[in-house]
């Protein structure tokens, strides 16, 4: 039975023990050719490979903060209490994505950017442990005191400190992600 290869570039299947020194279809060389007998490895292959964890991680931080805030923001409006509570819930989900989406960052600087050491990634880094240090004492405040915000005095302002700082944190994040990824590879091209 002859095996089967296809062109990684334009996806032709070439029948026959070995792969043919030029793709017939799109001219691509011998070396383009993978072998094609499991399709289905490949295509979760391909998954993988094209799969940017950090990409997914960090957008749970930074659309959960923002949903945070907004949600204390309606608690001060409408004094709904149940609004209060979302907001320690999601600082708990944030809290416990953050060493993730941190851990998967360093990942695709280290694959994608050969770990250049470049300010941006030192900064990112920083912004991200600031983040996780306000978010665990956040925490840490409405924990101990649930009826923070009503309490008034100097925890309540460290808190809502806190929460402004971490909003600060996440735009910045996201302001140097979207950097790395629209202008860093135009840049330095090699
Ligand atoms: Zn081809």
């Given at each position: 039975m002859p095996r089967r290869w296809k062109c990684t570039v334009c996806g032709y299947i070439h029948e026959g023990e070995e792969p043919p020194d030029v793709c017939p279809v799109c001219g691509a060389s011998r070396s383009k050719f993978v072998p094609?007998?499991?399709?289905?490895?490949?295509?979760?292959?391909?998954?993988?490979a094209n799969?940017?964890?950090?990409?997914?991680?960090?957008?749970?931080?930074?659309?959960?903060?923002?949903?945070?805030?907004?949600?204390?923001?309606?608690?001060?409006?409408t004094g709904h209490t149940g609004l209060e509570i979302t907001v320690f819930?999601?600082?708990?989900?944030v809290v416990a994505v953050i060493p993730v989406s941190l851990a998967s960052g360093i990942y695709a600087w280290q694959k994608h950017?050969?770990?250049?050491?470049?300010?941006?990634?030192?900064?990112?880094?920083?912004?991200?442990l600031t983040l996780l240090l306000l978010g665990l004492v956040a925490i840490v405040l409405r924990y101990g005191q649930p009826e923070l915000?009503?309490?008034g005095g100097w925890r309540t302002w460290l808190?809502?400190?806190?929460?402004?700082?971490?909003?600060?944190c996440v735009m910045l994040l996201g302001h140097y992600g979207s950097k790395l990824v629209f202008q860093w590879h135009g840049q330095h091209r090699a």
């Amino acid at each position: 039975m002859p095996r089967r290869w296809k062109c990684t570039v334009c996806g032709y299947i070439h029948e026959g023990e070995e792969p043919p020194d030029v793709c017939p279809v799109c001219g691509a060389s011998r070396s383009k050719f993978v072998p094609a007998e499991s399709e289905d490895m490949n295509l979760l292959h391909d998954l993988i490979a094209n799969f940017h964890p950090h990409s997914v991680a960090a957008h749970f931080p930074s659309g959960l903060v923002p949903t945070s805030a907004m949600f204390l923001l309606l608690y001060f409006v409408t004094g709904h209490t149940g609004l209060e509570i979302t907001v320690f819930w999601l600082l708990l989900v944030v809290v416990a994505v953050i060493p993730v989406s941190l851990a998967s960052g360093i990942y695709a600087w280290q694959k994608h950017f050969d770990g250049r050491r470049a300010s941006i990634f030192f900064k990112k880094i920083g912004l991200a442990l600031t983040l996780l240090l306000l978010g665990l004492v956040a925490i840490v405040l409405r924990y101990g005191q649930p009826e923070l915000l009503i309490a008034g005095g100097w925890r309540t302002w460290l808190y809502l400190l806190c929460l402004g700082g971490m909003l600060g944190c996440v735009m910045l994040l996201g302001h140097y992600g979207s950097k790395l990824v629209f202008q860093w590879h135009g840049q330095h091209r090699a």
